[in-house]
């Protein structure tokens, strides 16, 4: 009788995938971190309740002004990392899949995505654009004697609704963070379910 050939055993994917390195994991955290001191010392500043509750208003001042001066510092770090410079050619591309994805998400229906969705894009343009907006007004609110009266009146109104706006869309970011547990895990260990990747970002978990 001729010899029976094995079929070879169907290949398991793993259960999990890694969604984040540890230097993204790095950028992230950093990041998150000088964002709070800003927004808790802004917070601290401009109410008065808190205000007085904290005091040390110089304090406040100093490490609020720090924080936004570093607030580059990790982004600018991690360009070193291949995996957060392919991230972030991730992030800065929005096509027609992404407009889909927006209409859906109005109509309350769910779409496929790559690794980021189009809501994840769009709140890291808008941050990003933000600071650098705050970072600009920042300075000019640090050095008052080296721009016009009418300069410093400006920025001031600009810093004051642009941190309102920061501190809404960190707010909702939180918000959504705090609704999915997994995607928690993949910033803090680095790797997700290939269940959830392939709920939630179909199109990545098919090319990992």
């Known amino acids: 009788m001729p010899a029976l050939t094995e079929r070879p055993a169907p290949v398991r ?13 790095w950028v992230h955290r950093s990041t998150a971190a000088l964002m ?10 401009y109410v ?14 100093t490490l609020h002004e720090w924080a936004g001066i570093a607030l580059p510092a990790p982004l600018l770090a991690g360009l070193v990392s291949r995996a957060f410079r392919a991230d972030l050619g991730r992030l800065n591309r929005f096509g027609p899949q992404d407009r889909g994805w ?5 109509r309350g229906h769910h779409r496929p995505s790559g690794k980021f969705n189009a809501g994840q894009k769009l709140y890291a343009a808008l ?3 933000a600071a650098l907006v705050m970072i600009g007004t920042g300075l000019i609110l640090w050095f008052p004697i ?17 941190a309102l706006l920061i501190g809404v869309l960190v707010i909702g ?4 963070a705090a ?13 997700v379910s290939r269940a959830w990747a392939r709920r939630e970002h179909p199109l990545w978990e098919e090319e990992s």
Not at 102 to 106: E, F, G, N, P
């Open 13 to 25: 994917h793993a259960e999990r995938l890694r969604r984040f390195t540890a230097a993204e994991r």
């Open 36 to 45: 709070g001191i800003m927004l808790l010392t802004a917070a601290c500043l």
């Open 48 to 61: 008065p309740y808190l205000a007085e509750l904290v005091g040390r208003r110089s304090l406040l001042v």
């Open 102 to 106: 927006v209409r859906a998400a109005l």
């Open 127 to 129: 941050v990003a654009g």
């Open 146 to 162: 080296l721009v016009p009266l009418l300069w410093r009146t400006g920025a001031t109104f600009v810093h004051d609704w642009i």
């Open 173 to 176: 970011h939180v918000w959504m």
């Open 179 to 191: 609704r999915d547990p997994e995607a928690r895990r993949g910033l803090r260990t680095g790797h």
